[in-house]
């Protein structure tokens, strides 16, 4: 099989893992599991060079420093402005190979098992060389809302044909999917042939396809940065390659991925991820938690104790301080604190 090209997104500003997680300092940049950030950690995903082509980053400009410090040299896209994940990928599918096989990893994801990744890499890039517009699917073992899902439909040699996409059901109908067995959630991670997905855009977003074409065509490289035409990238209406693309190609496939997945999408997220003691606790940063189940603590400098009360999180972060349920870490996005970073 010839060498998978990665493209890693790094988009989005975590504020739902606010106050940790800031504008100038977002989510993928910070070690929230080990010591090396989620962004470093999805470089290293990629890093086997018998398998992958060097790696091609998006970010926007605020983020290029973070980048360097945390990665050095890497060929970049320098978005001019967010707009979601259609142009992003659009923009660097004009800077493959139109027969090559991109692999596209946001930044900001866990993956516990890097050789359960691999193999899904493998899958998904098998089933793209055939044609197919590949996502990885996550096995659900709850019934979550607040992911999408992707219901399986006709078996095909290393995945499935894509019935249908489901944007983050209530939770009667993610019982149902839960219990139904044929859907998994949408992991977020893409394997597309270069040329179909530059076709399906321009077959379905004829508008976007024209205006990423150009902002790709007058563009420039300055050393290891790519400089989109920024006049042709502000007029690109915002959009998920989800809904752009995948939601109406007829060429959609699925592949099962049992990767230690997670999104880190809030503070709950994160604690299930970081592993509970006998007490399910977690605590990172000194801490004295007495008669308490469901707690974690997350703090970067003072003391905190936690007497009596379960499924609570604080988090710490120099003058700024987090309470807040277990159950509404989904909400922490919407404070005042969160949206002004």
């Not at 893992?17 to 300092?25: E, G, N, Q």
């Not at 059901?169 to 999917?177: G, Y």
């Not at 060429?251 to 003691?277: N, P």
Request: with cysteine; aromatic share 6%.
């Amino acid at each position: 099989m010839s060498a998978i090209y990665p493209v890693i997104l790094c988009g989005g500003s975590g504020t739902r893992l606010w106050p940790r997680s800031r504008r100038a300092h977002p989510k993928p940049f910070l070690p929230l599991l080990g010591d090396r950030t989620l962004f470093q950690q999805a470089l290293d995903r990629v890093a086997d060079p018998a398998m992958f082509a060097e790696p091609l980053i998006v970010a926007g400009q605020e983020h290029t420093g973070l980048i360097a410090a945390q990665a050095g040299e890497h060929r970049l896209i320098v978005e001019p402005a967010a707009r979601n994940t259609a142009p992003a990928i659009a923009l660097a599918a004009h800077l493959l190979p139109r027969d090559a096989i991109m692999l596209v990893c946001p930044s900001d994801h866990h993956i516990a098992d890097e050789a359960a990744f691999k193999a899904g890499a493998r899958d998904a890039a098998a089933l793209a060389s055939q044609g197919h517009l590949v996502s990885f699917g996550i096995s659900p073992d709850r019934p979550a809302t607040g992911y999408g899902y992707i219901e399986r439909g006709e078996k095909l040699a290393h995945g499935h044909r894509v019935v249908r996409f489901v944007e983050k059901p209530d939770l009667a109908r993610a019982q149902q999917f839960l219990a139904d067995g044929g859907f998994v959630w949408n992991g977020g991670i893409f394997a597309f042939p270069v040329g179909a997905l530059l076709d399906e855009l321009a077959a379905h977003r004829p508008d976007m396809a024209k205006a990423v074409a150009q902002a790709a065509s007058e563009g420039v490289w300055d050393g290891n940065q790519f400089l989109p035409d920024a006049e042709s990238f502000a007029a690109l209406s915002a959009e998920s390659v989800d809904y752009a693309v995948m939601e109406n190609t007829s060429h959609a496939a699925v592949i099962s991925a049992e990767m230690g997945w997670s999104d880190i999408g809030d503070w709950s997220s994160l604690m299930v991820a970081r592993g509970a003691d006998q007490n399910g606790n977690v605590v990172r940063g000194v801490a004295d938690l007495s008669d308490c189940s469901g707690v974690m603590v997350d703090t970067d400098g003072p003391r905190v104790s936690v007497v009596g009360i379960d499924d609570v999180i604080v988090v710490v972060d120099g003058d700024e301080i987090l309470v807040v349920g277990r159950n509404h870490t989904q909400a922490v996005g919407k404070l005042d604190g969160a949206s002004g970073n």
